[in-house]
């Protein structure tokens, strides 16, 4: 298996413009993840989905922010318009059975760089 | 509220010791606990886990010890070497099953050679 795969890998854009990340769960996860990381706050959930289903979006850090999930092999984590503030890493995941509480496998992550 | 704490954010180690990496917790429902290592430009990968009704696993090099009424767990690894420098994220699981893993803020530690 390939493992969660996440694109880009880096991504660079002007403040304002739209980013879209994308991730590819490992197949069989029903649970997927999108966390991002800041030397800060470390390791944040933003939201989750079992199943396709968003469960909890409360870490979603403002109305910029959404994620959609259209069937189990593809998710996207949108910032739009974008802010030097959402500038990090972000990590999708997805976890075996069951559900969200399985061990959680990630993705290499997405710097994202807001200038 | 931080459900997980590692407390320190860094720790530095020579080659050949002990590396000790804590973590506390205060929500006494979580029977779960994990701990994931990350090397710089990956994600996290799953290092080792301690169910609630153990106080010890081992694997190799690595040990995790479980206080339950002290809501305190550690990573030992011993003896440590220079590739073991990684960020180290402390994790834990509600009873449920069913909602997802609370992560630490990480502690970065360095293994000099």
């Known amino acids: 298996d390939a493992g969660v795969i996440q694109s880009p890998r880096h991504e660079v854009t002007e403040m304002g413009q739209e980013v879209t990340l994308r991730c590819k769960p490992i197949?069989?996860?029903?649970?997927l993840f999108w966390y991002r990381q800041t030397m800060m706050r470390g390791l944040e959930l933003l939201i989750y989905?079992?199943?396709?289903?968003?469960?909890?979006d409360s870490g979603m850090p403002e109305d910029r922010f959404s994620a959609k999930m259209p069937n189990a092999s593809f998710s996207t984590l949108k910032i739009q318009p974008s802010e030097p503030r959402d500038s990090a890493v972000y990590f999708c995941?997805?976890?075996?059975?069951?559900?969200?509480?399985?061990?959680?496998?990630f993705g290499p992550g997405t710097r994202l760089t807001v200038t | 509220d931080q459900q997980v704490k590692q407390n320190s954010p860094s720790l530095s180690v020579q080659e050949g010791r002990i590396s000790i990496l804590n973590c506390d917790y205060t929500n006494s429902m979580f029977d779960y606990f994990l701990w994931y290592k990350k090397y710089p430009a990956e994600g996290p990968t799953f290092l080792i886990s301690?169910?609630?009704?153990?106080d010890k696993n081992e694997d190799g090099r690595f040990t995790v010890f479980l206080n339950k009424s002290a809501k305190h767990l550690s990573l030992h690894i011993v003896p440590s070497q220079p590739g073991d420098s990684a960020v180290y994220f402390c994790?834990?699981?509600?009873?449920?099953?069913?909602?997802?893993?609370?992560f630490g803020k990480g502690t970065r530690l360095s293994v000099i050679a």
């Open positions: 197949s069989g996860h029903n649970s």
């Open positions: 301690i169910s609630s009704i153990k």
């Open positions: 989905f079992n199943n396709n289903v968003p469960i909890d």
């Open positions: 994790a834990a699981r509600l009873n449920s099953g069913n909602t997802p893993l609370v």
């Open positions: 995941a997805s976890s075996t059975p069951p559900l969200a509480g399985g061990e959680q496998y």
